[in-house]
């Protein structure tokens, strides 16, 4: 049974950006494993990549910024050391399907089940919502990325990310073609999003990872 394991019905919700990191990233690293058993591959390919991992996150402690960038950066490099590890022996974009799948499947339905619920329960799930990204803007997301909002009032709220701090890990280990995956996996909770029962609706047109000179993440309500 698929539970709230990110607690985001919990009122007092604050992101708890170390267990999340950790959670993502055991359920990244189980998911290639079982990717590794399905193509035959050794075992110790996993050793290897979790000790690439590693002198990863060494190499580049320059790029972090804040302690947010911290997580992130932990998170983005557990990508990059699959992916090169993966690619020569399962060639270029077999490596990059494995690790999309392997960060957006393993906690897809729970974050999903949370996000739903926590709009269900909410008085005004727009709100809701919006209180929630603002809380992750800062605790979860930091100095690494740079967030406008052109629009914020009660009917919309516009957040537009003119910088990507996995975008630029990514670009700073010739890994850009990564992007796609860490944008993909926002659509666990974009999909638990009902235009008509929660009353608003997300759009997301383009992002920098796909090419666009920014993410906009608007929000805006359907009724009236």
Same mark, same amino acid.
């Given at each position: ?6 607690? $985001? ?24 494993? !079982?990717?590794? %058993? ?5 075992? =110790?390919? $996993?050793?290897?990549? /979790? ?23 932990? $998170? ?10 993966? %690619? ?8 990059? =399907? ?5 960060? @957006?499947?393993?906690? !897809? ?41 052109? @629009?914020?009032? =009660? /009917? ?14 990514? @670009? ?13 996996? =926002? ?11 929660? !009353?608003? /609706? ?9 090419? !666009? ?7 805006? %309500?359907?009724?009236?």
């Amino acid at each position: 049974m698929t539970t709230d394991e990110f607690g $985001l019905t919990d009122e007092n919700y604050v992101p708890d950006p170390d267990r999340d990191t950790a959670m993502l990233i055991d359920g990244f690293f189980e998911h290639i494993a !079982g990717i590794l %058993r399905e193509q035959a591959k050794s075992d =110790d390919l $996993l050793t290897t990549m /979790r000790r690439r991992h590693e002198a990863l996150e060494t190499a580049d402690q320059h790029l972090i910024v804040d302690e947010p960038a911290r997580y992130n950066l932990r $998170l983005t490099l557990a990508l990059v050391a699959a992916y090169e590890i993966l %690619r020569p022996r399962l060639g270029r974009e077999a490596a990059i =399907d494995a690790v999309r799948d392997a960060l @957006v499947e393993p906690l !897809g339905e729970a974050l999903r089940t949370g996000t739903r619920a926590m709009l269900d329960s909410a008085a005004d799930p727009f709100r809701a919502m919006v209180e929630l990204a603002k809380t992750r803007e800062h605790q979860s997301f930091g100095e690494g990325f740079e967030f406008r909002h052109p @629009v914020d009032d =009660d /009917r919309r709220f516009h957040a537009d990310i003119h910088r990507c701090f996995y975008y630029d890990v990514l @670009v700073a280990n010739s890994a850009p073609e990564l992007a796609p995956a860490m944008c993909d996996f =926002d659509r666990n909770w974009i999909d638990a999003i009902d235009p008509d029962e929660h !009353g608003f /609706r997300f759009e997301r047109a383009t992002t920098i990872g796909l090419g !666009g000179t920014h993410c906009p993440f608007h929000f805006s %309500r359907t009724d009236g």
